[in-house]
């Protein structure tokens, strides 16, 4: 927790670069295609972080709670949402902890946060008994057989990075977790991690596709 808090405020900077504003749409585009949302769903941001994605969620008009360990993270989070009059319930919790009833939602994702979770198969198990029947369960995450698992993964090697307390996955990794319950997988982020920006575009994606390893992966589960 602590070495989140010590960047919160400077977590968003990677979103107003190209490159990461970029990565960002097509992970969205991703995670939001595979998904089936409506307004008033209830929805559990599992590792809000700054919230990001609870954002995205509470502007389509889902019902939005987001839970991250990091109280910095938090701050940042609340304080966005404000500036938009956007109405997100923001929650200091452990994902191996959730403090809900079985079944409380209708939606419950997990969006670059899996890796940083020490005990993943018990944050995974709590997703699953605080979605509904019938409900969904996405998970999205850097994937460690790419070019971009590779990169983050010398990142590990930094004192101060974040990643130095990263578990990275493969799609292996969560066609694991329940598998009975799998609905779908997917990638995105075809373009490797030190290409020009100017590569970084739908097109180059689309001439990508299929033929290397994407960078981030998700998979759907339904309940």
């Known amino acids: 927790m602590?070495?989140?808090n010590n960047i919160a405020t400077?977590?968003?900077?990677w979103y107003s670069q190209k490159k990461g504003a970029f990565v960002d749409r097509i992970e969205t585009d991703?995670?939001?295609g595979m998904l089936k949302l409506e307004p008033g769903?209830?929805?559990?941001?599992?590792?809000?972080?700054?919230g990001n994605?609870?954002?995205?969620?509470?502007?389509?008009?889902?019902?939005?709670?987001?839970?991250?360990?990091?109280?910095?993270?938090l701050k940042v989070a609340w304080?966005?949402?404000?500036?938009?009059?956007?109405s997100i319930s923001y929650l200091q919790m452990d994902a191996t902890e959730l403090a809900f009833e079985d079944g409380a939602?209708?939606?419950?994702?997990?969006?670059?946060?899996?890796?940083?979770?020490?005990?993943?198969?018990?944050?995974?198990?709590?997703?699953?008994?605080?979605?509904?029947?019938?409900?969904?369960i996405l998970i999205g995450t850097i994937n460690a057989d790419s070019d971009w698992g590779d990169y983050y993964q010398a990142k590990k090697l930094q004192e101060n990075s974040i990643y130095r307390y990263a578990d990275f996955k493969t799609i292996e990794d969560l066609k694991a977790w329940n598998p009975e319950k799998l609905a779908e997988t997917g990638a995105c982020l075809f373009s490797p991690p030190f290409a020009d920006e100017e590569e970084f575009t739908i097109e180059r994606e689309k001439e990508l596709y299929e033929t290397i390893q994407g960078g981030y992966?998700?998979?759907?589960?339904r309940k």
């Open 2 to 4: 602590a070495v989140f």
């Open 10 to 13: 400077q977590y968003d900077e």
């Open 30 to 32: 991703l995670a939001f």
């Open 41 to 50: 769903m209830k929805v559990l941001d599992v590792g809000c972080g700054t």
């Open 53 to 73: 994605f609870s954002m995205k969620l509470a502007g389509m008009g889902c019902v939005v709670t987001g839970i991250d360990v990091s109280e910095e993270m």
């Open 79 to 86: 304080g966005k949402a404000a500036e938009l009059d956007l």
């Open 105 to 136: 939602f209708d939606v419950v994702l997990a969006m670059a946060a899996v890796e940083f979770i020490e005990d993943t198969a018990r944050a995974v198990k709590e997703m699953f008994r605080v979605a509904k029947v019938g409900g969904q």
């Open 217 to 221: 992966i998700c998979a759907l589960w």
